[in-house]
Nanobody
Framework: QVQLVESGGGLVQAGGSLRLSCAAS????????MGWFRQAPRKEREFIWS????NYADSVKGRYTASRDNAKNTVYLQMNSLKPDDTAVYYC???????????WGQGTQVTVSS
């Protein structure tokens, strides 16, 4: 059983930056594909990035950068040039290549004010 805990969310003005972290425990971190998602109020959950590829959602491409540190069992999401539309609860997920995401964190709120 893998536990994922996100942190780093908060309130930021438009144009600002935040870095989210997702700490994993309870499994062999390096064997999992990691991903970032977000869900805005009254909207479906949106894919942002998966460690299985270098692709980012068009809505964040060029502004967000994901990375992982296997030594720290942590994946990061650096978010720059934030916009009010980026306001959402951000989730990390862990899974195996080609299979549905197995584990999810509890989410961290990001609010971007105009």
């Amino acid at each position: 059983q893998v536990q994922l805990v996100e942190s780093g969310g908060g309130l930021v003005q438009a144009g600002g930056s935040l870095r989210l972290s997702c700490a994993a425990s309870g499994g062999t971190f390096s064997t999992y594909v990691m991903g970032w998602f977000r869900q805005a109020p009254r909207k479906e959950r949106e894919f942002i990035w998966s460690g299985g590829s270098t692709n980012y959602a068009d809505s964040v491409k060029g502004r967000y950068t994901a990375s992982r540190d296997n030594a720290k069992n942590t994946v990061y999401l650096q978010m720059n040039s934030l916009k009010p539309d980026d306001t959402a609860v951000y989730y990390c997920a862990a899974g195996r290549t080609g299979k549905p995401w197995e584990y999810w964190g509890q989410g961290t709120q990001v609010t971007v004010s105009s």
